[in-house]
Each structure stands twice: as C-alpha cells, then as structure tokens.
C-alpha cells in the first residue's frame, strides 16, 4: 500500500515538474509592451501620431499602420495575410489595401505581447523580423521595416520626434 501511495505521489510530482516547466517557458516568451505615442515626422509634412508599444526601449509599430502611411509613395508596400499557411506577405512597391483599423488607437494599459508565429514573407522570400502579437495585431520593430523597404529613419531628442524620409534610404 505504502509503495503505491508513494508511486502515485512521484506520478503527481512529474506531472507538476512538467506542467511548471512548460509554463515557465511560455511565460518567458512574452514580453510586457508598455503603450507609448510616438511623434513622427513623415516626409517633411505635418507631424502624425502613432500608436505604438515600446518593448525593451524600442518602438514597435502594427504593421498596417506603417503600410498605410507608405502608400502612394515610391517606398509604397502591401501587406497580405494566408490565413491557410499562417503566413504575411509584403510586397515592395504595390499600395496598401485598406482592411480597417489603420492608426486606430492601441487601448489603455500595459500588455503583454507573444513572438509572431506566422511567416513572414518579403517579395516572396522568406524573412526574419522582430515582431510581436499584441491583441490580435503585429507590431514589428520600426527599424526593421525601414531597412527591409529602405527608408531613412532619424530620431530628434529635443523635440522627441521620429522622422521618415522615403527619398533618402535607410542608414545603420
């Protein structure tokens, strides 16, 4: 009796060592995204306000926003989504097809956000981004999309401010 209540017990035991390990590792792939506006000033036009995440101290902008505000100029790109094969497309050069949504405000609190699980795919080639889930939507890290479409990128401390610049590219 004793050989099977201990049995049961070191049963039990693995069974909560496996359950707190897995846990554990899916905790330690999200990341907190603490909600931020960020100015950007966008080919030298009036300024816009983007709702965006910091995670770890860089800025992580939902894709479709940054879609949006590209297209009808030459860095214009598409963003598809094969719902079939969990896999985004980009595609250089094609206007952005409006899905609803775009620039449309972040919510309130800090969240918590999840690797990306789908493919990413860039003019058809498979490609490695930064990007994170937050409530049904992908942030990407903002340098990331603008040396993958090669746009110039600048950051203003005194004024706070971001600047995108489409006719010049994209500097390390």
Known sequence: ??????????LVCVIVGLFAATASAMA????????????????????VVFPV???GGDEYFKLRDLAYIFSGTEKQFEVGWDADNNAISLTSGKAYTEVGGEMAGKGSGNKTGT??????????????????????????KLRDIMKAFDIYVGWDDATKTITLDTSKGYVD
């Open 53 to 55: 995440y910091n995670i």
């Open 115 to 140: 690797p990306t699980s789908s493919g990413i795919y860039l003019d058809g080639k498979e490609v490695s981004f930064t990007a994170y889930n937050i409530d049904g939507n992908n942030y990407f």
């Open 28 to 47: 330690a792939d999200t990341v907190a995204a603490t909600p931020d506006s960020t100015s950007i000033q966008f080919d030298d036009e009036a300024t």
């Open 1 to 10: 009796m004793i050989k099977k209540l201990l049995s049961v017990f070191l």
